[in-house]
Each structure stands twice: as C-alpha cells, then as structure tokens.
C-alpha cells in the first residue's frame, strides 16, 4: 500500500453512488471496485471491478447486470431475471430469492464490462453471455449449488 492509498478513507455508498449518477449524466462511462457478496460466484467483493454506461432503454435483456435504485438512496448491482416492457425483476447471482419487480425508472447504469485481475471482459462477449444465461436458467435450483460452490472452495482453502 502506498503512502496516498494509507490517506483515503471509506465513503458513504450513497454519497459515491450520487457521484457515479452525476458522472454517467455526463455521459462518461464509471469504474468501481464491487462490495459485497450477493453477486459472487460472478463478482467478487473487493477483487472485481465493473464498468458501467447509462442506462438506454433499447439496450437493456435478460441477464444484464444493472445498477438500480429500488428505494431512494439505495443502490444495488444485480442481474435482471424477469423483463417486461415496463418493469424487470433482479436477483444477485449469490442470492436465492428474487428482489422484487421495479419500474425501468429505477434503473441508473448497465455493466458493460468487468475487470477481473487487469483482464477486460466485455459483458456482451459470447462467453460471458452463455455463463450468465446458464446462471439465471439454474435460478430455481441455485441454493444447492451455491452451497456446493462454497463447500469446494472450503476445501481449496
């Protein structure tokens, strides 16, 4: 750690994610490390980080990875599972329940990239697609494969 990384400290979420509106308002693309877990095995907390754009209606499908606004003040970076034309269900790809249906007004960004260990990888790349669409079709029997997943890397450790 260098002696400038020693001096920042933590924000409020809601404070940094305010910003991040602000900047993708402007029309630039933001990158962010992910914290949390209700996106892992897919997202990592602390290790990945994602790039997002504004969020363009015509753009959006099943399997993106959105941040939205379910409530004001609160964010969340979870996949869409359900998609109609006027609202979208989410679930985080470590979760095992649905978060709820909300209004495309909720939407601020879509992950268009994720950095994962200095690598790119573009989130409409061929591979990353078939990954996240066999992720949200196992949504109904993902609990026991999450429990699976944990127990294996338990053991790897």
């Known amino acids: 750690m260098n002696r400038f990384e020693q001096t920042l400290s933590p924000i ?16 630039y693309e ?6 949390g877990n209700s ?24 399997g993106d990875i959105i941040l939205f606004k ?3 003040g609160k964010y969340l970076l979870h996949r869409i599972i359900k998609l109609n034309s006027d609202c979208f269900q989410t679930a985080g790809d470590g979760n095992c329940f ?7 007004c909720t939407i601020v960004a879509r992950v268009c990239k994720i950095i994962r260990k200095g690598k790119s990888i573009p989130a409409d790349s061929l591979k990353y697609k078939i990954f996240s669409r066999c992720w ?6 993902r609990k026991p494969l999450l429990r699976l997943m944990i127990s294996i890397v338990k053991i790897k450790k």
């Open 12 to 27: 409020e979420n809601e404070i940094f994610m305010e910003s991040v509106e602000e900047m993708l308002n402007s029309g």
């Open 30 to 35: 933001v990158d962010f490390t992910v914290t």
């Open 39 to 62: 996106m892992w095995p897919f997202l990592s907390h602390a290790r990945d980080r994602v790039i997002v754009e504004r969020f363009q209606n015509n753009n959006l499908k099943k």
């Open 70 to 72: 379910p409530i004001p």
């Open 98 to 104: 649905s978060d709820g249906s909300f209004p495309h």
């Open 136 to 141: 949200t079709l196992l949504f109904p029997i």
